[in-house]
């Protein structure tokens, strides 16, 4: 006789449904989405098969389908003309900017639907790094939070639910935050991309935004993939500042990371499944090697069950026809 006899409890689908210990919902999904300048504009990314750079009519037309399938919320990245682009990063505060154009648009039209939008000077510069500059190549810690400061309450009027500052500058969370309540803006909440580590699998999302950088690497302010104990002080220090959520970024070589935080932090905790992460699975799938739809749905499901509340990727479209209610 044999007591225990886990399978059991996988002998057919309603019992693996019962004794499931994880879901993975449209609810639990972030989009993110690339805005370009223009109408009924649709660029193809190299790196990211099946993500586009989409003008606003797309995106509208993009966001609506997804928040009526339950998706509820999507993350905007702007795509900026290099002629706009300065050392400074001045477009970012531009008063009509495309991202500004972007959310009033969105909120008008799809009002129930939560605006994530990034706080960082990448997308704007010309040297392609989150902050301003010194003659040797640094990125200046404060000069780089006011700047940063001042985008959260642009963005913050035009229609964003959550500043999400990716930048990685010491003290930025209590920054915006003061700044934010100054300027009368209270429910706007702040996602702090926490322990963002120096990857190198931000490379497709820096082809798709035209950030890659001109020289050098983001060391000096995003963390080494060596580090445990750096991201959870991190995540306390921005508990401190008056962050609303966390995030760990890249999320499936971070699992460790997210649960540890989960654990040590009692905030919603999110996790970006980044763009390498994304291409690397696509790539295996054109070549015939894996079968991408399934793994993405797997890999959004470990991030899940590592402590995750909710996650953004690339795969949400390919993985929603996974997440429907099916018959036994
Ligand atoms: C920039 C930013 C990056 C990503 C999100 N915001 C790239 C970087 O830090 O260089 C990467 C996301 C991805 O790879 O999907 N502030």
């Given at each position: 006789m044999l007591l225990a006899r886990p399978r059991r409890n996988r002998k057919s689908s309603a019992i693996r449904h019962l004794v499931e210990e994880n879901v993975l919902r449209a609810a639990d999904l972030v989009m993110p989405f690339f805005v370009i300048e223009g109408e009924n504009k649709q660029e193809e990314i190299k790196s990211l098969p099946g993500v586009f750079r989409l003008s606003l009519d797309l995106i509208l037309k993009e966001a609506e389908k997804l928040h009526r399938q339950g998706i509820p919320s999507i993350a905007l990245f702007p795509v900026i003309d290099s002629k706009y682009k300065d050392e400074q990063g001045t477009?970012?505060?531009?008063?009509?900017g495309l991202i500004v154009r972007v959310l009033q648009t969105l909120k008008q039209e799809i009002p129930s639907l939560c605006l994530i939008t990034d706080i960082a000077l990448d997308p704007f510069t010309s040297h392609g790094y989150d902050g301003v500059i010194d003659q040797r190549g640094y990125v200046m810690n404060d000069a780089t939070v006011e700047i940063l400061c001042q985008m959260a309450c642009l963005f913050g009027t035009a229609g964003a639910d959550i500043v999400a500052p990716?930048?990685?500058?010491?003290?930025r969370i209590g920054a915006i935050r003061r700044q934010l309540d100054i300027e009368g803006q209270q429910e706007v909440g702040i996602l702090s991309?926490?322990?963002?580590?120096?990857?190198?699998?931000?490379s497709p999302f820096r082809e798709a935004v035209g950030s890659?950088?001109?020289?050098?690497?983001?060391?000096t302010y995003q963390m080494n993939p060596a580090n445990t104990r750096e991201a959870i002080r991190q995540a306390v220090l921005d508990a401190e500042q008056g962050a609303d959520i966390l995030m760990v970024k890249p999320a499936l070589y971070y699992l460790d990371i997210i649960a540890k935080i989960k654990e040590k932090v009692h905030l919603p905790l999110c996790a970006y499944h980044v763009s390498g992460e994304y291409a690397m699975v696509m790539a295996a799938h054109a070549n015939g090697w894996l079968d991408g739809p399934e793994v993405l749905h797997e890999a959004l499901l470990s991030i899940k069950r590592a402590g995750a509340d909710f996650i953004f990727s690339y795969a949400v479209p390919k993985i929603l026809p996974f997440l429907e209610l099916k018959p036994f």
């Open positions: 477009a970012a505060l531009h008063e009509d990716s930048d990685m500058m010491d003290g991309y926490t322990a963002k580590y120096a990857s190198t699998l931000y890659t950088l001109k020289f050098g690497d983001k060391k």
